[in-house]
């Protein structure tokens, strides 16, 4: 799949070019490859209707055509697709069948295809979703797959084991207790063992411990003991909580206690837990006051990281990490890492002592204060802004004035959002889209720091938080985009696209995408991210893009290539500052930064 997709867009532009030349009085075999390239074409526009409609006309036409293999994996790649847009439950189930079916087709009536393989480990993760939607054939075959020997390739057989953990846990369970005794792959068995101990808890401690003492490789055998210990530690009803602030230090005297390049170490007595104000006096005491709280801050709790993962913060230039792999837990105590700076620094805290972690850059001070904790639900824990702390824990109200109260606090790659939840769902952090509600999202970009406050979600295979009935405001404090749907890059907020209603119509929304260099991409569309390249389809959009001279004016069916920083326009005009045609043909490429520098690849032909 990999390969395939990395050289799916330069095949996909000369497929498209073949399109446009083709004549009506082409030998068959010709007209056979003509009608394939014009419905693969449709691939790098995200029509995947289009796609369905043509490799489904392919495959009737010529049903013995050289590129049906091919066909039926675009075929089950569009019919997927559209299965994700689908609104009820039983169409999703009718696509996402087919697309299996057609998978089925490509492997069994093509072995040697060189599309098989992508095939197979495709319909592993088709069936996979079928399996979760209810669907008992596709459970049983993806314990065919996993219990097939040595029949399956690797990348196959670790698909299947992604795939099945999504079933109930007693399937699981048997189906892997099974997997560790026959499989004779020892990587696969410990991929298998791993996958069990960061997903599940007491039920398969008895099949870990049957695995650490049986399994004839000793890694597995290793790996097995390690995944036994961290359930059990996850199992102690005790956490470690922590706040990170950027600060600034104001008394000179102070700079001794922290010396540049080295990570400070403070233990404080413990006191009452899930407060941040505490967090604060401790800090300050320890500075004796020569310090003030300025800019980024974060807060995070051992019950929200999910096994095997990292956290990441960035205060006062400080990179900051939490390796939730790395906690060991007892009744009384919590120790692990974090990455604070360039290395890593081991920490304990307990019920007797709290710890306080402190670099520094000249004035510039990041702080980290850790703290044992009781398991308790998020939003007794978490202390944040505009919080009324004179209220028990689960009682909080905002002040009269005050605006929305944010129970929890969350760093995502460097931006720190503020939500009003007072929960935390264990099974939405691990999808997809993670909805905060009401929230207020601060992050980095250009300038300074970004404010997006709305109802949010993030979205987070495309890194972007999407605003709703929201606000963006700049660095500087004005207003840059308010609208029915604000979708913010993370790292580049200042790319943003923005639905905005024109002349009060509510069927003129559109959408503007920012562009890095100042200019916009304005389409009734969202930039739409087609298959795992680096392209965003727009459909019929218009462009502004500076260059020499001004504004130049770029209208057509228009796809941004993020990563070459060029748009791909089909039945496109280019227009110069003053408004004369530079270019015009089926198929434009227009750089983003040097728009006068564009290259014609097919002739106006419409």
């Known amino acids: 799949m990999k390969h395939h997709l990395r050289t799916m867009f330069l095949g996909g532009l000369i497929l498209l070019l073949a399109g446009f030349s083709a004549r009506a009085d082409l030998p068959d075999q010709t007209k056979d490859q003509d009608l394939f390239f014009k419905a693969k074409a449709l691939v790098f526009t995200g029509d995947w209707a289009g796609v369905r409609s043509g490799m489904e006309s392919y495959l009737k036409t010529y049903p013995s055509g050289k590129m049906k293999d091919e066909a039926l994996f675009w075929l089950a790649r569009s019919l997927d697709r559209l299965a994700r847009e689908a609104k009820e439950a039983s169409s999703v189930i009718d696509l996402k069948r087919r697309a299996f079916t057609a998978l089925d087709r490509l492997v069994k009536e093509y072995p040697e295809s060189l599309w098989r393989d992508d095939a197979r480990e495709f319909q592993v993760t088709v069936a996979g979703s079928l399996a979760v939607l209810g669907d ?188 939730a792999d790395s906690l060991i837990k007892s009744e009384r105590e919590i120790s692990g890492r974090i990455r604070f700076g360039g290395g890593d620094v081991p920490f304990k805290v307990d019920a007797t002592n709290d710890l306080i972690l402190a670099a520094r850059k000249g004035s510039r001070q990041a702080v980290m204060f850790l703290e044992m904790s009781p398991a308790e639900p998020a939003e007794q824990i978490i202390s944040l802004d505009n919080l009324d702390i004179s209220n028990p824990p689960g009682r909080k109200s905002a002040r009269a004035g005050q605006g929305p109260v944010y129970y929890t606090e969350f760093n995502i790659k460097g931006a720190v959002i503020r939500s009003t939840r007072n929960s935390t769902d264990s099974e939405s952090l691990k999808s997809n889209i993670f909805d905060y509600g009401l929230a207020k999202a601060e992050m980095p970009g250009e300038g300074g720091t970004w404010t997006l406050i709305g109802e949010i979600l993030w979205q987070k295979k495309e890194n972007v938080l999407i605003g709703r009935r929201a606000k963006l405001i700049r660095p500087d404090g004005t207003t840059s985009a308010e609208g029915a749907e604000i979708r913010v890059p993370l790292g580049h907020p200042e790319r943003f696209s923005s639905e905005f209603k024109a002349g009060g119509s509510e069927d003129a929304a559109e959408f503007v995408y920012s562009l890095a260099n100042g200019g916009w991409i304005r389409s009734s569309q969202t930039g739409t991210a087609v298959g795992e390249a680096s392209l965003l389809n727009f459909g019929a959009a218009t462009a502004s893009l500076p260059g020499p001279g001004g504004a130049w004016s770029l209208k057509g069916n228009l796809t941004l290539v993020v990563s070459s920083g060029q748009i791909l326009a089909y039945q496109a005009v280019l227009k110069d500052p003053k408004g004369k045609i530079a270019a015009e043909g089926a198929l434009l490429f227009v750089p983003v930064k040097e728009p006068d520098k564009f290259s014609i690849a097919v002739e106006r032909v419409f």
């Open 136 to 323: 008992q054939d596709q459970q049983k075959f993806l314990e065919d797959v996993v219990a097939g020997g040595g029949k399956n390739g690797f990348q196959i057989k670790s698909a299947a084991l992604r795939s099945i953990l999504a079933l109930d846990s007693r399937t699981v369970v048997d189906v892997l207790g099974n997997f560790l005794k026959t499989e004779g792959d020892a990587n696969l068995r410990k991929q298998a063992v791993t996958l069990l101990g960061g997903k599940y808890t007491r039920e398969v401690i008895p099949l870990l411990e049957e695995t650490q003492s049986s399994d004839p490789d000793a890694e597995v055998r290793k790996e097995a003991g390690a995944r036994l210990e961290k359930i059990r530690s996850r199992l102690i009803p005790v956490q470690v909580s922590y706040y990170c602030f950027e600060t600034e230090v104001t008394d000179l005297t102070q700079y001794a206690k922290v010396p540049e390049g080295q990570v400070a170490r403070f233990e404080v007595p413990h006191g009452r837990t899930g407060s941040e104000a505490r967090a604060k006096r401790e800090i300050e005491r320890v500075f004796k006051g020569g310090l003030k709280f300025s800019g980024s801050k974060a807060t995070m709790m051992s019950s929200i990281l999910e096994p095997m993962s990292r956290v990441s913060h960035l205060i006062a230039g400080f990179r900051i990490e939490m390796d």
